[in-house]
């Protein structure tokens, strides 16, 4: 009996001893690998913000190894990462920020304001000549507080330091830069994202390993590789067989075999890339492209629900305006509706009773499919053109150079509001704009000047509201993509940061 | 023979710089890479930015003179899309394709040279007909469909091997089949051909006469003869097996130099262009002269005719 009860008690001390030295291992350690089937190279240059060339694409990684000071998020598309709030102040020639006291880079130094000053003086991409020449000074309050002095009141700063416009606002450690110089910190970045570079083969994938003193919360997952698989199909494979939990860009067909594999969900993401149709002959009064009724009958002549179907499954919004209707000031313009008949009708108004010759539709490269679509829309109406190919350095270049002439159907996928967007495409300096209208042009250098916030919006949209009365584009949709991803993943990030076409925030993916 | 091989060295350099300033034209008259790596919004000033850092606003005499100083020194230039050397790139590629060639050349003359003897020595009967259909089959199949076949029925089907990606060797096993695919063929049709006229001349008929056995006929006499040929074609395809794999290597995700080769075009990556297409046109000059010294060790009569 004695024995026994020794015998119970040493079980109950060896139990005991066994759960007080088993390792402490708290419940939100992260865990697991999460393997991405990326379509595109992931090259080093992406992994430092201040080479950020302007496009989404460096975003793809610089959301996991970095972070910014403000950025999209799931909550808006400025939300207060790095820095707890912004003011600016009355003369709109002042913007301070707060920043997070508990953020560590990668290698365990914290972030201060001397690496926000830093960031923003190193950067040397998109936009880094016109942020350099508005701002004046970059002045250290505190530690944790620094104040942007611009020489005048600049209402679009934000617009370009808080969003992936640029990367100015994306930071990174001054003294690590300082000490491993540019092309060290290429192949070795140190960040304060939520990922951690672990290794890189060049053109085959990367291994990020989770920072588990990422300040907003310990990511759950822990590491991530990104292969890159330029074959859809072979993305599609690897999804199919469990090599992979997320493949991005399965559209066309391969969609459609997501849709039916049950370990499978089809995600959109994305959304910022509008399309539209561009006359770009239409300020010569010779052209029929002159006449606004031949332009909105082009427009008519659009399915842009079956447009949508037939190249993104259906998920990319038909719109009626250029302008992503998430951005700052832009106007919400339903599209026009499906109306061959009404489409007809105005061309025999304008004096085209039995269509015309449009010459060439040129798309940007590869969207020949969607190009040819298109071409058979204003074919019903009588508006004949064939699809023109060019290799997308040229095509980009004649785009440019505005030597398209035709139509061309294209797109802009950049970040910013409004303004960047009339800025780009719409005022006839910019640089891909083939409008000329001094209306819309007085009207956005108006705008630039005016500090009351209420009539700059009010004359933005006026803009916005005059291309629309004018029929000046052919908007299209807000290009969605639809993406592979496993059942066994429990959060993708896919399509949680409005209009962004990766996954993200990091920390949040998680596996099942 | 020494001053053969000096002048085929002469004739050698003569052609690389030819391929050199043909390599350097080129790929400048297919756009400005500039318009690639800015954003598309970019304006005149951002882009001529681009052009200063990657040093492309020079004169295109200036830029070659660069290029060629660099490349003797072993210097190609920084990768306009890598930003990081065009050199040590490709040096990072090459093993991938040095294997994948080097498994799908034994893939071709395993298949390719037996297929061919047999098709030869039973012409017109049915070892021919499987001869005939694989060389319709490999030369007419496009490899990356015959790659995305292999993926959907060995990887999705059966799931024996992995879908892409390099590391063990189950990863080799598809690329190389599929990039084999038309060699094999290649190799086949002209093993057949080339054995078919040499089993009908004189000397095999004389071998056969004197009674020697048919296998030792085949080996020693016909074949070794209706290798020379073989042989040239098989070192002349090595050498695209390794430098053009580009569809395979796609659609497989192999991280070979066909690879980079396509990404320097598709991103007007100069450097890497320049470097891939220049080193490719060593080894095609360096396979070349191999192949004669070959040739001229199977066949006697050419070194002394030479």
């Known amino acids: ?512 | 023979m020494t001053r053969f091989i000096l002048k085929r060295c002469g004739l050698a350099l003569a052609s690389l710089f030819i391929l050199s300033v043909t390599i350097f034209v080129l790929i400048r008259l297919t756009g400005d890479p500039a318009t690639l790596l800015a954003a598309p919004e970019a304006k005149e000033a951002d882009l001529q930015a681009i052009r200063v850092q990657l040093g492309l606003d020079r004169s295109w005499p200036v830029q070659y003179v660069h290029f060629v100083g660099g490349a003797l020194r072993g210097d190609f230039g920084t990768s306009l899309y890598y930003r990081v050397p065009a050199g040590a790139l490709y040096w990072q590629r090459l093993p991938a394709s040095l294997q994948l060639a080097a498994a799908a050349m034994a893939i071709s003359l395993l298949v390719g040279l037996s297929v061919g003897i047999l098709a030869a020595v039973h012409v017109g009967r049915w070892w021919d007909s499987v001869g005939k259909l694989i060389a319709l089959l490999g030369l007419s199949m496009p490899s990356f469909w015959l790659g995305l076949l292999l993926i959907y029925f060995f990887a999705v089907y059966l799931h024996w091997l992995p879908t892409s990606g390099r590391g063990t060797a189950a990863h080799l096993v598809m690329p190389a089949v599929a990039l084999s695919g038309y060699f094999t063929a290649a190799h086949m049709r002209l093993t057949r051909s080339s054995m078919l006229d040499v089993l009908g001349s004189d000397y095999v008929k004389l071998a056969r006469l004197k009674g020697l056995p048919e296998s030792w006929v085949l080996v020693k006499h016909a074949f070794k003869n209706a290798l020379i040929p073989v042989v040239t074609l098989a070192g002349i395809n090595l050498v695209l097996m390794i430098n053009v794999a580009v569809v395979v290597e796609t659609v497989f995700a192999w991280p070979g130099i066909g690879r980079l080769l396509y990404e320097g075009i598709e991103f007007r990556d100069f450097p890497v262009v320049q470097t891939v297409v220049l080193l490719g046109g060593v080894m095609v000059i360096a396979a070349n002269l191999t192949v004669d010294i070959l040739y001229a060790w199977i066949d006697p009569r050419i070194r002394l005719e030479r």
């Open chain 1, 1 to 512: 009996m004695r024995a026994n009860r020794r015998c119970f008690l040493g079980c109950v001390v060896l139990v005991l001893g066994l759960v007080l030295m088993a390792p402490a291992r708290s419940p939100a350690a992260p865990q697991g690998t999460v393997i991405y089937a990326v379509h595109i190279t992931i090259a080093p240059a992406w992994f430092d913000p201040a080479d950020n060339p302007g496009q989404i694409t460096p975003f793809i990684i610089q959301y996991a190894l970095h972070d910014a000071v403000i950025k999209p998020m799931p909550a808006g598309m400025m939300t207060p990462s790095l820095a707890e709030s912004w003011t600016a102040s009355k003369d709109g020639r002042v913007y301070e920020f707060v920043l997070r006291k508990n953020v560590v880079f990668h290698n365990g130094d914290p972030m201060t304001a001397e690496d926000v000053k830093f960031s923003f003086e190193r950067y040397r991409g998109a936009g880094a000549k016109l942020m350099k020449e508005k701002v004046e000074a970059v002045t250290i309050v505190d530690p944790h507080r620094v104040r942007f002095h611009l020489k005048e009141p600049w209402p679009d700063f934000m617009g370009f330091y808080g969003s992936p416009a640029t990367g100015a606002g994306w930071i990174v450690p001054k003294k690590y830069v300082e000490k491993v110089g540019d092309d060290g910190f290429k192949k070795a970045p140190i960040g304060a994202g939520p990922f951690k570079l672990a290794s890189m083969t060049p053109g085959v994938e990367i291994v990020l390993e989770a920072h588990e003193k990422y300040w907003r919360k310990t990511p759950k997952v822990k590491r991530i590789v990104m292969k890159s698989v330029p074959e859809g199909s072979t993305r599609l494979a690897m999804l199919k067989r469990g090599e992979a939990h997320i493949a991005y860009k399965t559209d066309g067909p391969l969609g459609e075999e997501v849709k039916k594999d049950s370990n499978l969900d089809l995600v959109f993401s994305g959304g910022i890339a509008t399309w539209w149709l561009q006359f770009g002959d239409m300020n010569d009064p010779k052209s029929p492209w002159h006449n606004q009724k031949v332009r909105l009958a082009a427009s008519l002549a659009l399915d842009r629900k079956a447009l949508s179907e037939a190249e993104t499954l259906g998920a990319s919004p038909p719109t009626g305006s250029i302008i992503p209707r998430e951005f700052e000031w832009a106007l919400p313009v339903e599209p026009h509706p499906y109306d061959p008949k009404r489409a007809k009708q105005l061309l025999v108004e304008a004096g085209y009773p039995n269509g015309f010759d449009a010459g060439f539709i040129t798309p940007i490269p590869p969207y020949y499919s969607f190009a040819e679509a298109v071409a058979g829309y204003l074919g019903a109406i009588g508006i004949k053109a064939k699809v023109q190919k060019m290799e997308r350095a040229v095509m980009f270049d004649k785009r440019r150079k505005k030597e398209l002439g035709d139509i061309c159907l294209c797109a802009n996928g950049g970040f910013g509001n409004a303004v960047t967007r009339i800025d780009a495409d719409i005022v006839s300096t910019g640089v891909h704009s083939v409008l000329k209208d001094a209306e819309i042009d007085r009207l956005f250098a108006e705008q630039s000047r005016e500090s009351d916030p209420k009539k700059r919006e009010a004359l933005l949209k006026r803009i916005q509201q005059r291309v629309v009365d004018q029929a000046y584009f052919a908007p299209i949709y807000q290009l969605q993509w639809p993406n592979g991803v496993s059942k066994a993943m429990k959060v993708s990030g896919m399509g949680l940061i409005p209009t962004f076409y990766y996954t993200g925030p990091f920390e949040e993916i998680e596996l099942r």
